[in-house]
Antibody, heavy 119, light 106 residues
Framework: QLQLQESGPGLVKPSETLSLTCNVSGYSIIRSSYYWAWVRQPPGEGLEWIGNIFYSGSTYYNPSLNSRVTISVETSTNQFSLNLTSVTAADTAVYYC???????????WGQGTLVTVSS | SYGLTQPPSVSVSPGQTASITCSGDKLGNKYVSWYEQKAGRSPVLVIHQDNRRPSGIPDRFSGSNSGNTATLSIRGTQSADEADYYCQVWDSNTGVFGTGTKVTVL
C-alpha cells in the first residue's frame, strides 16, 4: 500500500529556506507515469498547490511561488523534496506531499507537517 | 490566473442531500476532482474525472460538471460527512483548488 510521509524542520526563521522531504513507500517513484506533488494549507485557510515533479525531473510550479520554489526527486531513495527560499510568516502552513494520478487527481496524501516561520 | 469559487458553507439535515457547487470559466471543459477534509486530517479524494468514485468511497457521493459549474452531491448525509470540501482542476499544468466549502449537518 502506497504511503507518503513528510519530514523536515517544524520551525524556520524568516528569510531562510524551508526544506522538506517526502518519503514514498510501497510504490516506486519511477514505476509509472505519475507526478508527485506538494500542497500547503495555512492555518484556518484553504489548500494551495505548490508544484509537481515527474521522476525524470520535469517540474511544474505555482506561478505565485515560481521564483522561490524548487522541487527535486531522488529516485535512489524513493523520495522527493521541496525547497522554498526567502520564507516569511505567510509561508507558515501545513505542507502535504501527494501523488498525482494520471487522471489528474491527487489520490494519495501524506499526513502533513506543520512548518512555522518565526524568529 | 484561473480561479474556482465555492460557497463558504452548506448546511444540511441528516438524511438529506448536500449539494456543493464549484464555479469556474468553462469548467465543463476540464476534469474536476473533489476532496473531503475532516478537521485535523489530510484531504481525501472522493470524486475524480468529474463523476468517478475511488475505491472505498460510498456511492452516496456523486459528481457532475457542465458549463461553468461542477457539483458534488452527498446523498443521505450523515454526521460523519461534516467536513470541508474542495474542488480542484488542472489549468495548463497548474493545479488550482477551489475556495472550499464547510458542510454542516444540523
Amino acid at each position: 500500500q502506497l504511503q507518503l510521509q513528510e519530514s523536515g524542520p517544524g520551525l524556520v526563521k524568516p528569510s531562510e529556506t524551508l526544506s522538506l522531504t517526502c518519503n514514498v513507500s510501497g510504490y516506486s517513484i519511477i514505476r509509472s507515469s505519475y507526478y508527485w506533488a506538494w500542497v500547503r494549507q495555512p492555518p484556518g485557510e484553504g489548500l494551495e498547490w505548490i508544484g509537481n515533479i515527474f521522476y525524470s525531473g520535469s517540474t511544474y510550479y505555482n506561478p505565485s511561488l515560481n521564483s522561490r520554489v524548487t522541487i527535486s526527486v531522488e529516485t535512489s531513495t524513493n523520495q522527493f523534496s521541496l525547497n522554498l527560499t526567502s520564507v516569511t510568516a505567510a509561508d507558515t502552513a501545513v505542507y502535504y506531499c501527494a501523488r498525482r494520478h494520471t487522471s489528474g487527481a491527487l489520490d494519495f496524501w501524506g499526513q502533513g507537517t506543520l512548518v512555522t516561520v518565526s524568529s | 490566473s484561473y480561479g474556482l469559487t465555492q460557497p463558504p458553507s452548506v448546511s444540511v439535515s441528516p438524511g438529506q442531500t448536500a449539494s456543493i457547487t464549484c464555479s469556474g470559466d468553462k469548467l465543463g471543459n476540464k476534469y474536476v476532482s473533489w476532496y473531503e477534509q475532516k478537521a485535523g486530517r489530510s484531504p481525501v479524494l472522493v470524486i475524480h474525472q468529474d463523476n468517478r468514485r475511488p475505491s472505498g468511497i460510498p456511492d452516496r457521493f456523486s459528481g457532475s460538471n457542465s458549463g461553468n459549474t461542477a457539483t458534488l452531491s452527498i446523498r443521505g448525509t450523515q454526521s460523519a460527512d461534516e467536513a470541508d470540501y474542495y474542488c480542484q482542476v488542472w489549468d495548463s499544468n497548474t493545479g488550482v483548488f477551489g475556495t472550499g466549502t464547510k458542510v454542516t449537518v444540523l
